[in-house]
């Protein structure tokens, strides 16, 4: 199975902050990663796909880059409605993993 | 609108079993892969299982042999069977969609989650 390790696991931020989470994958994934913001109670919701393409909809300080087996998401200028847990994902070959989250809460 | 509303979630003794139901609007789920997710308190994300649209079904090494994924194209349903069900597998069960696993499209969109408590 493909182990997904995110880093830092929580961090703290305010409003206006660059924010970056980087994910590794145990084995080359090739830009099979996705990312999702979680909100407690919510429904995840998907930010990035294939790396680094942003979904429709989804606010241009999102940003994903990445590939083989590094990955990043970077949120500019980081707003009071993006304090939430985030994952990244590999769908490159099942078992689908998801990284532990990062959760980002408000210094 | 694309939606996707999962039922059937509740208390169950350890050994019992439960189905849960994932009912699709806007699409259909022949055409499309479905996954089931789960996030047990306090804990992250973990994929339990995908249904392909030519019927090919995964599981999480967790639950293989024990939960069995399947759906009714009439229905445009997708079911989550799980037997000897254990305190471990208390979570929050979502389904969700991807469009095109071949080519990383991610789960979108994803249900409100239905809860799952397996409790003497």
């Known amino acids: 199975d493909i182990q997904m390790t995110q880093s830092p696991s929580s961090l703290s931020a305010s409003v206006g902050d660059r924010v970056t989470i980087t994910c590794r994958a145990s084995q080359d994934i090739v830009t099979y990663l996705n990312w999702y913001q979680h909100k407690p109670g919510k429904a995840p919701k998907l930010l990035i796909y294939?790396?680094?393409s942003l979904k429709s909809g989804v606010p241009s300080r999102f940003s994903g880059s990445g590939s083989r087996t590094d990955f990043t998401l970077t949120i500019n200028s980081l707003q009071p409605e993006d304090f939430a847990t985030y994952y990244c994902?590999?769908?490159?070959?099942?078992?689908?993993?998801f990284g532990q989250g990062t959760k980002v809460d408000i210094k | 609108e694309v939606q996707l509303v999962e039922s059937g979630g509740g208390l169950v003794q350890p050994g019992g079993s439960l189905r849960l139901s994932c009912a699709a609007s806007g699409f259909t789920v022949k055409s499309t892969f479905i996954s089931w997710v789960r996030q047990a308190p306090g804990k992250g994300l973990e994929w339990v299982s995908v249904i392909y649209r030519g019927g090919s079904t995964y599981y999480a090494d967790s639950v293989n042999g024990r939960f069995t994924i399947s759906r009714d194209n009439s229905e445009n349903t997708v079911f989550l069977q799980m037997n000897s069900l254990r305190v471990e597998d208390t979570a929050v069960y979502y389904c969700?969609?991807?469009?095109?696993?071949?080519?990383?499209?991610?789960?979108?969109?994803w249900g409100q989650g239905t809860l799952v408590t397996v409790s003497s």
């Open positions: 294939a790396a680094s």
């Open positions: 994902q590999q769908t490159y070959s099942v078992p689908w993993t």
């Open positions: 969700a969609r991807d469009e095109d696993v071949y080519n990383s499209k991610g789960f979108d969109p």
